[in-house]
Nanobody, 116 residues
Framework: QVQLVESGGGLVQPGGSLRLSCAAS????????MSWYRQAPGKERELVAS????????NYANSVKGRFTISRDNAQNTVYLQMNSLKPEDTAVYYC?????????WGQGTQVTVSS
């Protein structure tokens, strides 16, 4: 079965960096685009970044452009989100998402807290 397991979240000061990882299994990872979403308390889940199956095209929310970078390693079945220059408003639970045969799969999420 499809599994997505995020890791790498934590508490970081404003201006700091974190690298999130999402380990995928149960499907042919290299055949599917992947994306990261986040959900802050009291807010709807929003798209942060997405990447095509080969990594040749990426897309970002305006709020993170120039600060976050999505990448993937198809040999390791893992997608990453490098987050730099973090701001308090980046505080949220970050989720990895895959759509496989039109079924949406989410990971369990990893908490990112940006605070001094």
């Amino acid at each position: 079965q499809v599994q997505l397991v995020e890791s790498g979240g934590g508490l970081v000061q404003p201006g700091g960096s974190l690298r999130l990882s999402c380990a995928a299994s149960g499907f042919t990872f290299s055949s599917y685009g992947m994306s990261w979403y986040r959900q802050a308390p009291g807010k709807e889940r929003e798209l942060v970044a997405s990447i095509t199956r080969t990594g040749g095209f990426t897309n970002y929310a305006n709020s993170v452009k120039g600060r976050f970078t999505i990448s993937r390693d198809n040999a390791q079945n893992t997608v990453y989100l490098q987050m730099n220059s973090l701001k308090p408003e980046d505080t949220a639970v970050y989720y990895c998402k895959a759509v496989v045969f039109e079924v949406v799969y989410w990971g369990q999420g990893t908490q990112v807290t940006v605070s001094s």
